[in-house]
C-alpha cells in the first residue's frame, strides 16, 4: 500500500468514525419524577385540555375534576342519581357512563390476540403470538417470553370531547362504555342524554395485524362545539423493551409521523423532542420501536397534532414514553364518521407497505442514498435470496459473494493499480538513493515517474471510496431487517444484535460487556488482508506511521464493531474471505508481471497529454519546492 492509498484509508476511518458517532445512540440519562398513578393521569388529561381552551380554563377545568373525584368518592349513598348529579359537572351528557364496572373483552386470529377494556374503549394489551421478548437474566443468560405490546398500566388512549355546556371537556378514558361483540367486530358505545351517542369500532380480520378502526359521532351536533375539530385522541404509551441489546432499540425507537403533503418524518431518536404540528394535515402516526409498531393511518387526514419522545433511564423497566395528540376532524351533521387503520405488530416490510402511504418509512433503514439502496436494492435481494435458501444466516453468506462479485471490477482495478506500482518497485529504489534526505524533491520525482509510467496513484483508493455507501447501507439495514430478529447462525443466537462468546461481568468503556467473535474474527482477517496485500509492495516509500496505522485501524474498530448487529460483523468476515481469496486469484492466475511490465514500458513511449489531475499536483508539489527552497536561501542569508 502506498502513501497516497494510506492517506485514503486514515481520511476515510476518520469519516466513518465521525458518522458512526453521529448516528450512535447517546448515554444520556435523565432523571423521571415518579408521582402517584392518578396524579399522573390528571395531570395529563390537563396538558392536553391545555392545547384546546385556555390555560385558566384548563386549569379551572382540573380543579373541578379534582373536587369532583373527591367528592364522588366520598358519597356512601347507594342513590345513583345523587352521584350522576354530581359526576354531570365533570362529564355533561354523558355523566351516566361515570358509573360501572370494568370489563374485558378479546379480539384474536392466529397473528394476534388483542385485550380491550370498556373502560375508555381501549386496548390494554397485545399479545404479538409469533415472536418473542429476548433479554438478559442476572446471570447473563439470553432468555425469551412472550411479546407483549400496549400493556402498560399508565397508557392512555382516550379521546376528549369538547363540549357546548360551559365549555367542558369529557375525558372517555374515564367513562364505562357500552359493549357490543359480533363476530370479529368489537363496537365500545358511550351514549349521551339527548340519545346520541360516541361510538369505536373494531374490527379484526384474519391473517393481519391490522384493525380496521371506525369512530362514530351520532346525534351529537347539538352537543360538540361548532369546530374544525372539537375530538382530539390523547395517546400515551410506555414502550416495553423488546430486544437484548437496548442501547440498540433505545436508538430505533421514536414517534414517526407523515404529514399529507410532505414526506414523513420523526422525533430525535437520542433525546427528549416535540413536534407541534397543529393545522398541518396527518396521514399517519406511529409509536415504533426497533421491530415493532403501533400505527394510526387515517382514511382521510387527521386536522392536525402535536409528538413527543420522552427519554427514560437506562436502568428503568420501560424503554421510552411516547406522547401523541391528534385532532380529528368531524362534520356537524347528524352523523359522522371517522375511519382508521389500526396497525399493532411488527414491522414487516410487505405488510406496512400494503398499507400504503408510505408507511415503510418507519423501518428504520435510514435516508437519503443510503436509505434508498437498503430498502430497493438489498432488500429485495435479500428477501429474494431467502426464500430460495430459507436461512438468513446462509443468505449473508451468499448476499456478501453476490456484491464482491458486482463489485470485482473495481478491486480488479485497485489490485492492478497496485501492481502496477509494485512494477515501479525497482526505479522508485534507484530514485531514493539518488535523492536521499529530500523528500519534497522525491515526491515530485516520484508524480514524474507514475504519470510517464501511465500509474494513477489513486487508482488503489478509489474503489474503496465507491464502496462507501454499501457499507453505510448494510450498517442500517441488519439491525432494522426483522428477518434477522432471534436468527441463529453459527454461534450468534440473534443476528439483528451483538454475538457474544463470553460476558466480561464488567463494562469496557466504548466497548461494552461482552465479546463478539465476528468482530474479532473480522479484525484477525483484516491484518491478514492488509498484509498480504501490501506483502509485494514498495512500502519503503511510505512512511513508518503510516505503515502501522493500516494495522493499528482493525484494534480500533474493534470497539466501535463490538456492540454492532451480528449480521454486520458476520457480512465484514466473510467480505475479508473474499477479498483474500480475490487477491490469490487475481494475483497468481490473472495477472502476469512481464505483460505489466511491459505495458509500462508502452506508455512510458507514449506522448503524455497536458494537464489532468497528476499534472496539477506536480504542479502544486513544484511550487512547495520553489517555496521551501526560497526559504531556506533566506535562512542561509541570516
Known sequence: MDRNTAIGIVLLFILFVVWVMINSPTQEELEQQ???????????????????????????????????????????????????????ALHGPFAAAALGKEEQTVLENDLVRIVFSNRGGQIREVWIKNYLRSFLSEDNEELRDSLFMMDHERNRFEYFLQLRQNNIMVNTGELYFDTQLNGNTLTFRLPAENGGYFEQRYTLPDDTYALDYELNFVNLQNTLVNDPAPVSLNWINYLNKLEQNTGYERYFSTVYYKAESDRSSYCSCRGDDTENKDDTPLRWISHANQFFNSSLVAEQPFYGGFMETVMLDEEADELKLLRSRLDIPISMGSQSTFNMTFYIGPNEFDRLQAIGHELTDIVPFGWSIFGTINRWVIRPLFSFLFQVIGHPGMVILVLTFI???????????????????????????????????????????????YREFGVNPLGGCMPMVLQ?????????????????????????????SYDSIVYLGFNIPFYGAHVSLFTLLWAGTTVLYTYYNTKHMDMNAVNPMMKNVQYFMPIMFLFFFNSFAAGLTAYLFFSNIFNIGQIIATKNFIFDDSKIRAKLEENKKKPKKKGGFQARLEEVLKEQQRVAEERKKKKSKK
Do not use: C, N
Open 34 to 88: 415518579r408521582i402517584e398513578l392518578e396524579q399522573q393521569r390528571l395531570l395529563e388529561e390537563a396538558e392536553v385540555a391545555d392545547t384546546l381552551i385556555s390555560p385558566m380554563e384548563a386549569e379551572a377545568d382540573t380543579q373541578v375534576r379534582e373536587e369532583v373525584i373527591r367528592d364522588t368518592a366520598a358519597v356512601t349513598s347507594p342513590d345513583t342519581t345523587a352521584r350522576i348529579q354530581q359526576m354531570r
Open 403 to 449: 456484491v464482491k462479485l458486482v463489485l470485482y471490477p473495481l478491486t480488479y482495478k485497485m489490485l492492478y493499480s497496485q501492481a502496477k506500482m509494485g512494477a515501479l518497485k525497482p526505479h522508485m529504489e534507484k530514485l531514493r538513493e539518488k535523492l536521499k534526505g529530500d523528500q519534497q524533491k522525491l515526491q515530485m520525482e516520484t508524480m514524474k515517474v
Open 468 to 496: 462507501m455507501p454499501i457499507w453505510f447501507a448494510l450498517y442500517r439495514f441488519f439491525p432494522a431487517s426483522i428477518e434477522f430478529r432471534q436468527a441463529s447462525f453459527l454461534w450468534a443466537s440473534d443476528l439483528s
